[in-house]
């Protein structure tokens, strides 16, 4: 690809069809279970579940006592009873900023993802063609995988922090390796460094796994032939990285996350033990299930091996890893020192991220947390790998171009195929949530805006259920959940009596002043319960 008009058009139609892919229907489904705790965080100012000594019968209250305020100090105390205590930071206040700006519909907040996921595939490009200066082909090829990758398409249409994350340790990679090239050839690195110390700040703030990162781009600068300037400036960086992360671990809400995880392993295993696996996600950590999720966590970072594991059964899919292992390996061993450091950071930051998940696993006795989206930071690097490797096999004979395009073709449709369910809300790879109807929020918020009257009260259900026994739910009065859920979607200045009946387990009513009550919604034990 020489022509130059050909390349820019070939970048506008790839972005174009990335953005088509990652918001058409976007809003279609409704929130599952983690977006709304991503929602009440950010935008409601609360945790799941929080507010009862508001909300909980028998007080009766108004949007105006929800979006009361009540000060950082309780903001930050709901976020550390949050998810994963003050985990998301970043990705909570572009979700709020984005609630402020646009509104507070379902696409809008997953907007936020497709946003962040949209500035990886730029940077993923950016980066492609610093690697090669004189290529054309090799930053489209890079692109165009990138935008087909399943993993982006579908976590883009989340309201949740994994886009969010891989950005920015893309970026804090990105700048890293730069940083480190500018060292090697003796030019000025301040602005590499600076760009760093950002990008790192992002990623430890938008999920605290990132730190994952850092620690893998530390165990690269080993391998390399580094200068004690480098190492300097690398330390001194690290010091400004490591200073606001410490204060928000040790005064913040992430003070609480050691306790946070393990008080949900001991849930989770406690459940295991109890009422036996949910496959898929509840299962022990032996060594069968910790194989067939390493097995299907390393090939789908990669197009060569993507899904091979779910066709064929994992045997098989682990023989096709050690396939493409060695001939990876073959690979890398005509690349000069120079060529080949930024695969070898890449296999770092996709291996050791996996090796940490598996010890973490193994010490939990549970697979809870050992999923992709917990090791995703590397998958940038696995495209790059792809394409890499992909170049090294058209060279060889003419044989080998005919069956590796024919694999390739045949790997690339089943990418498509694994994208397809998302818009219809079908079962799909990466997520649990399925066959949803739209937010029946918002639907509920309007229905009691049309029918409520002055002396009107609405009942919200309280459904007590307490999956996995969590010690600061055994003592709660009621479920205060959708009746949180619901306030998000009114306006301050609303004056609706609400209150909460413990009786109720499904259905939101309104009561008139004449003693008729009428319903707003069935959520039909359940069901529309995401």
């Given at each position: 690809?020489?022509?130059?008009?050909?390349?820019?058009?070939?970048?506008?139609?790839?972005?174009?069809?990335?953005?088509?892919?990652?918001?058409?229907?976007?809003?279609?489904?409704?929130?599952?279970?983690?977006?709304?705790?991503?929602?009440?965080?950010?935008?409601?100012?609360?945790?799941?579940?929080?507010?009862?000594?508001?909300l909980?019968?028998?007080?009766?209250?108004?949007?105006?006592?929800?979006?009361?305020?009540?000060?950082?100090?309780a903001?930050?105390?709901?976020?550390?009873?949050?998810d994963?205590?003050?985990?998301?930071?970043?990705?909570?206040?572009?979700?709020?900023?984005?609630?402020?700006?646009?509104?507070?519909?379902?696409?809008?907040?997953?907007?936020?993802?497709?946003l962040f996921?949209?500035?990886?595939?730029?940077?993923?490009?950016?980066?492609?063609?610093?690697?090669?200066?004189?290529?054309?082909?090799?930053?489209?090829?890079?692109?165009?995988?990138?935008?087909?990758?399943?993993?982006?398409?579908?976590?883009?249409?989340?309201a949740?922090?994994?886009?969010?994350?891989?950005?920015?340790?893309?970026?804090?990679?990105?700048?890293?390796?730069?940083?480190?090239?500018?060292?090697?050839?003796?030019?000025n690195?301040?602005n590499?460094?600076?760009?760093?110390?950002?990008?790192?700040?992002?990623?430890?703030?938008?999920?605290?796994?990132?730190?994952?990162?850092?620690?893998?781009?530390?165990?690269?600068?080993?391998?390399?032939?580094?200068?004690?300037?480098?190492?300097?400036?690398?330390?001194?960086?690290?010091?400004?990285?490591?200073?606001?992360?410490?204060?928000?671990?040790?005064?913040?809400?992430?003070?609480?996350?050691?306790?946070?995880?393990?008080?949900a392993?001991?849930?989770?295993?406690?459940?295991?033990?109890?009422?036996?696996?949910?496959?898929?996600?509840?299962?022990?950590a032996?060594?069968?299930?910790?194989?067939?999720?390493?097995?299907?966590?390393?090939?789908?970072?990669?197009?060569?091996?993507?899904?091979?594991?779910?066709?064929?059964?994992?045997?098989?899919?682990?023989?096709?890893?050690?396939?493409?292992?060695?001939?990876?390996?073959s690979?890398?061993?005509?690349?000069?020192?120079?060529?080949?450091?930024?695969?070898?950071?890449?296999?770092?930051?996709?291996?050791?991220p996996?090796?940490?998940?598996?010890?973490?696993?193994?010490n939990?006795?549970?697979?809870?947390?050992y999923?992709?989206?917990?090791?995703?930071?590397g998958?940038?690097?696995?495209?790059?790998?792809?394409?890499?490797?992909?170049?090294?096999?058209?060279?060889l004979n003419?044989?080998?171009?005919?069956?590796?395009?024919?694999?390739?073709?045949?790997?690339?449709?089943?990418?498509?195929?694994?994208?397809?369910?998302?818009?219809?809300?079908?079962?799909?790879?990466?997520?649990?949530?399925?066959?949803?109807?739209?937010?029946?929020?918002?639907?509920?918020?309007?229905?009691?805006?049309?029918?409520?009257?002055?002396?009107?009260?609405?009942?919200?259900?309280?459904?007590?259920s307490?999956?996995?026994?969590?010690?600061?739910?055994?003592?709660?009065?009621?479920?205060?959940?959708?009746?949180q859920?619901?306030?998000?979607?009114?306006?301050?200045?609303?004056?609706?009596?609400?209150?909460i009946?413990?009786?109720?387990?499904?259905?939101?009513?309104?009561?008139?002043?004449?003693?008729?009550?009428?319903?707003?919604f069935?959520?039909?034990?359940?069901?529309?319960?995401?």
């Amino acid at each position: 690809m020489k022509n130059k008009g050909l390349f820019v058009g070939s970048f506008f139609a790839l972005m174009l069809l990335a953005l088509v892919l990652r918001v058409y229907h976007i809003g279609q489904f409704g929130l599952f279970g983690d977006e709304k705790q991503s929602l009440l965080i950010a935008v409601g100012n609360t945790n799941f579940g929080g507010m009862t000594d508001l909300l909980a019968p028998p007080k009766t209250f108004t949007p105006g006592d929800f979006w009361a305020d009540r000060g950082l100090k309780a903001w930050l105390d709901a976020d550390a009873r949050g998810d994963v205590s003050g985990n998301s930071l970043v990705h909570d206040m572009m979700l709020k900023l984005f609630a402020f700006l646009f509104g507070k519909e379902d696409g809008v907040l997953r907007s936020v993802s497709v946003l962040f996921n949209m500035l990886t595939l730029w940077l993923i490009f950016f980066w492609a063609r610093r690697l090669r200066p004189g290529s054309q082909s090799f930053p489209i090829l890079i692109l165009a995988l990138a935008v087909l990758e399943p993993f982006f398409v579908i976590y883009s249409q989340q309201a949740r922090n994994y886009t969010t994350s891989i950005f920015f340790t893309t970026a804090s990679n990105f700048f890293f390796w730069s940083a480190m090239q500018a060292e090697q050839q003796q030019k000025n690195s301040r602005n590499r460094w600076v760009g760093w110390i950002l990008t790192s700040i992002g990623a430890l703030f938008s999920t605290y796994l990132t730190a994952l990162v850092l620690l893998g781009q530390v165990l690269f600068s080993f391998t390399q032939r580094n200068t004690w300037k480098f190492w300097q400036k690398h330390i001194l960086s690290g010091i400004i990285v490591i200073f606001p992360f410490a204060c928000w671990m040790l005064w913040g809400p992430g003070k609480y996350f050691l306790a946070y995880q393990a008080d949900a392993a001991r849930q989770y295993l406690d459940y295991l033990n109890t009422n036996g696996p949910i496959l898929g996600w509840i299962e022990a950590a032996s060594p069968g299930n910790l194989f067939k999720r390493t097995v299907s966590i390393l090939s789908d970072q990669f197009l060569w091996t993507n899904d091979l594991y779910i066709r064929h059964g994992f045997k098989i899919g682990a023989v096709c890893l050690l396939l493409f292992g060695a001939g990876v390996f073959s690979w890398l061993k005509k690349l000069n020192r120079e060529a080949r450091a930024v695969y070898i950071l890449g296999f770092i930051q996709i291996i050791f991220p996996i090796l940490v998940l598996i010890a973490t696993a193994i010490n939990a006795g549970t697979t809870t947390g050992y999923f992709l989206r917990y090791a995703s930071f590397g998958l940038p690097f696995g495209i790059f790998i792809t394409v890499g490797f992909a170049e090294y096999i058209f060279q060889l004979n003419v044989w080998a171009k005919i069956v590796a395009s024919i694999f390739l073709f045949i790997q690339v449709n089943y990418l498509v195929q694994l994208i397809l369910p998302l818009y219809s809300d079908k079962p799909q790879k990466y997520t649990f949530a399925h066959d949803r109807i739209s937010n029946p929020y918002p639907y509920i918020a309007q229905k009691i805006k049309k029918y409520y009257q002055l002396g009107d009260t609405v009942f919200y259900p309280s459904r007590m259920s307490n999956f996995l026994n969590s010690a600061h739910l055994q003592t709660r009065v009621a479920d205060v959940s959708d009746a949180q859920l619901t306030n998000v979607y009114f306006e301050p200045s609303d004056l609706y009596l609400q209150k909460i009946d413990t009786l109720i387990q499904d259905s939101v009513l309104l009561k008139k002043k004449n003693g008729r009550r009428l319903l707003i919604f069935d959520f039909k034990k359940g069901k529309y319960r995401y």
